[in-house]
Nanobody, 122 residues
Framework: QVQLVESGGGLVQPGGSLRLSCAAS????????MGWYRQAPGKQRELVAD???????NYADSVKGRFTISRDNAKNTVYLQMNSLKPEDTAVYYC????????????????WGQGTQVLVSS
């Protein structure tokens, strides 16, 4: 089974920074796209940013210029550097791995992490 383990969430003041990490494990041969989604109370889960194996990135308009996504393919790890945080960034952040190829498994599958809380408040 593929596991995605997130870390780096917490409480930060407005204007502050946090760095989220997500490490995928479980006999993985490759991961096409890795990304971060978030879900605030009472709202739908939304894409924050994603990055392809080749390094192409995509960001939600609300985080462009403030957040930076990156990945280490050798470690199957994705990062999200979040700067200039705002109260509206408060949410549970989920790591996603799309089209994962596993050793000994036919087909490509998607996986989710368990989520990490980010709270932006003074």
């Amino acid at each position: 089974q593929v596991q995605l383990v997130e870390s780096g969430g917490g409480l930060v003041q407005p204007g502050g920074s946090l760095r989220l990490s997500c490490a995928a494990s479980g006999s993985i041969l490759s991961i096409d796209v890795m990304g971060w989604y978030r879900q605030a109370p009472g709202k739908q889960r939304e894409l924050v940013a994603d990055i392809t194996f080749g390094g192409n990135t995509n960001y939600a308009d609300s985080v462009k210029g403030r957040f930076t996504i990156s990945r280490d393919n050798a470690k199957n790890t994705v990062y999200l550097q979040m700067n200039s945080l705002k109260p509206e960034d408060t949410a549970v952040y989920y790591c996603n791995a799309e089209r994962v190829l596993k050793l000994g498994v036919t087909g490509l599958y998607d996986y989710w992490g368990q989520g990490t809380q980010v709270l932006v408040s003074s």
